[in-house]
């Protein structure tokens, strides 16, 4: 499990820093493309700042932040994956920290997050935020943490 855990959180940073590395070259700024039936947005947007630009003025505050928050989620992430069991727990850490990754490096390298995809819906204020993959596995592996701490309370 331990090779498998290692080997997802490796293959969803190539992932994610791939698309940013297209989205990068092949995207501009302005520009938006609709794809499944134009559900979906794919754009160029450098985030600065955290989710939804909170504390966007100040870029290294947010750099330092995210990267003392991985720190400790490292160091749990080796801990765990030296237990028996406890799979769920073991993939939704190497989801979390394959994004939390990706999103710091940006953060290092680039000085910005780059987020490239976003929803059509009606709430305008929705379809203006603008997500990555990253930000997706951050919330699938809090999610999977989340629904596992549930499960266990129940017991």
């Not at 160029?44 to 990267?67: C, I, Q, T």
């Not at 727990?89 to 290092?108: Q, T």
Request: include cysteine; proline fraction near 3%.
């Amino acid at each position: 499990m331990t090779a498998l855990c290692i080997g997802l959180l490796i293959g969803l940073l190539i992932t994610d820093m791939g698309a940013k590395r297209y989205v990068e070259r092949n995207i501009s700024p302005r520009e938006e493309i609709p794809v499944l039936k134009g559900k979906i947005l794919v754009r160029h947007v450098r985030n600065e700042g955290m989710a939804m630009n909170l504390l966007e003025d100040y870029p290294a505050a947010v750099k330092w932040l995210s990267f003392s928050a991985i720190v400790p989620m490292a160091v749990l992430y080796v801990r765990q994956l030296r237990k028996k069991g406890e799979n769920i727990e073991k993939v939704s850490l190497s989801l979390m920290l394959g994004g939390a990754i990706s999103n710091l490096y940006d953060r290092f390298v680039r000085k910005y997050v780059v987020d490239y995809f976003g929803f059509r819906c009606s709430l305008k204020k929705l379809e203006n935020i603008t997500f990555n993959l990253a930000d997706v596995f951050i919330f699938a592996g809090a999610a999977g943490i989340l629904l596992t701490e549930i499960l266990k309370k129940r017991k």
